[in-house]
């Protein structure tokens, strides 16, 4: 069975700071196959008309020219079934936290299913931070020294891209079932589950079970919650719909 993987996944880039970066990542991902190149925020604008990109892009400009620049990454990953937030540290709340072998493997079941996925990774310096987490499915980490687990951008990105062309071509012939691929296709995308948790948070203080001045971990706690429940579409709906009713409560 053959397969494009060329736009099968978004390849998210948040914040980049260095425009030999993006030129690099270009170049990984035309070597595997993929192409879909979003880029939020970049320190320098217009990055894909940069010289150094186009440089480090080394014949890959076509991955460059075609890439979407934008400033919201909402709007990046909106539609996508599996968001996955690739950061090596560990945080207190957050999305769940997945090794690359077991995502890469999740990674299968919702492309091949009829899912969208998107991969996020962060600024150079910091890495992904906790709002851009709050739009994760998942995190995610590579098996690294745990002593020294720092990489490059470009090379962490090379090293999902080689791996999981190495899955996903591996996979392409298995057969999915309708039942798997109408789940997939069911789960929430992680923009509608912020709206709701916003939704939430206001309908928590209209009845006064969350003092907006001192909200504490409630909403963390919460969104982590749902995180971990992979919520459907639905369920989404059923839960606005209890926020809508505490909000009539003020």
């Excluded at 970049?42 to 890439?67: F, H, M, Q, R, Y």
């Excluded at 190495?166 to 296709?185: K, P």
């Excluded at 789960?187 to 209209?206: I, K, Q, S, T, Y």
Aim: hydrophobic share 45%; aromatic share 4%.
């Amino acid at each position: 069975m053959n397969i494009d993987l060329s736009k099968l996944l978004r390849w998210v880039l948040v914040e980049t700071s260095h425009p030999g970066n993006v030129g690099s990542a270009a170049r990984a991902l035309k070597t595997m196959g993929f192409g879909d190149l979003r880029l939020i925020n970049p320190k320098v604008k217009g990055v894909a008309a940069n010289p150094e990109a186009i440089a480090l892009a080394s014949g890959a400009v076509d991955i460059l020219e075609t890439s979407l620049e934008g400033a919201s990454l909402a709007s990046a990953v909106e539609g996508c079934a599996l968001v996955l937030g690739l950061t090596s540290r560990d945080r207190e709340f957050g999305p769940p936290a997945l090794d690359w072998e077991t995502a890469r493997s999740l990674i299968s079941d919702t492309t091949m299913s009829g899912g969208k996925v998107a991969l996020l990774f962060g600024p150079e310096r910091t890495g992904l931070d906790n709002d851009h987490l709050a739009l994760c499915t998942h995190r995610v980490w590579l098996d690294a020294n745990p002593t020294y687990p720092s990489l490059n951008l470009a090379q962490a990105l090379m090293v999902c891209a080689y791996t999981l062309r190495a899955t996903l071509l591996q996979s392409a012939g298995e057969s999915h079932s309708l039942a798997n691929r109408e789940e997939m296709a069911d789960f929430a995308d992680p923009v509608a589950v912020a709206a709701m948790l916003d939704h939430w948070r206001e309908g928590l203080e209209a009845i006064g079970y969350l003092d907006p001045t001192n909200p504490k971990k409630l909403m963390p706690r919460l969104q982590a919650l749902f995180a971990r429940s992979r919520l459907h579409k639905e369920e989404i709906d059923l839960l606005r719909g209890i926020a809508k009713q505490m909000l009539l409560r003020k």
